[in-house]
């Protein structure tokens, strides 16, 4: 499915949050710059464009992953093109099975791919041993609002008029769809928070951005 959306992955995700995907990453970036970490790993990286912002951290390597070839392509033609591959390198490597020696990474991140892990407690046992311990591991994610009216409102776009906008512009039947119903069925707010620390991360919390659109998840190993 990612691998179909793939040349049209940057432009739906902007235009789909109207820009405010833009904002939830730098306060991501904000959260992680507190840690200051040297080596982050980022999974579920797709094109690149988390990768891209993580480098605002002052990190001096990300590792990007991602299990869609044709995602990671066309992330390392945008990184070539910015002169980051340095800095930044994209790997094909399954979130759920990584290949990284344990305590490797000051910090992992996953930004809006959680979610589609097929087994969501082995995912975060794989990223609880690839954090160094005192690592930070972040996890940017849909959710859905908290109060009731925003919520309606909200729902109405997000379930109808979303996919439809979506199946336009990508020219893909399933992939916009399956986007609200993977949100729907995801464990949000302090659910997510106990799987968290059911994986053993401890100072767990987590920030709802934008009437609750979106969270930020963070926990300590």
């Not at 290949?99 to 046992?125: I, P």
Request: hydrophobic residues 40%.
């Amino acid at each position: 499915m990612f691998d179909d959306i793939a040349d049209k992955y940057d432009f739906m995700n902007h235009v789909l949050s109207f820009g405010i995907d833009k904002f939830w990453r730098k306060r991501l970036v904000k959260e992680l710059r507190r840690y200051k970490p040297k080596k982050i790993l980022d999974i579920a990286t797709g094109t690149g464009d988390s990768a891209i912002v993580l480098l605002q951290t002052d990190a001096e390597k990300i590792i990007g992953v991602d299990i869609s070839k044709k995602m990671l392509a066309r992330g390392k033609e945008k990184i070539r093109k910015k002169k980051l591959s340095g800095k930044i390198e994209l790997m094909h490597c399954d979130g759920e099975s990584l290949k990284f020696k344990n305590n490797t990474f000051d910090a992992v991140n996953v930004s809006f791919g959680v979610r589609n892990f097929e087994n969501l407690d082995k995912g975060l046992s794989e990223i609880y041993q690839a954090v160094k311990p005192d690592g930070i591991a972040t996890i940017l994610e849909f959710s859905m609002p908290g109060n009731f009216m925003i919520r309606q409102i909200y729902s109405i776009y997000f379930f109808h008029i979303l996919p439809l906008v979506g199946r336009f512009f990508s020219q893909n039947k399933y992939a916009y769809s399956y986007l609200p119903q993977s949100v729907k069925a995801f464990p949000k707010g302090n659910q997510f928070v106990q799987r968290l620390q059911n994986a053993g991360f401890r100072q767990t919390r987590h920030i709802p951005l934008t009437f609750g659109i979106a969270e930020i998840y963070i926990g300590i190993k």
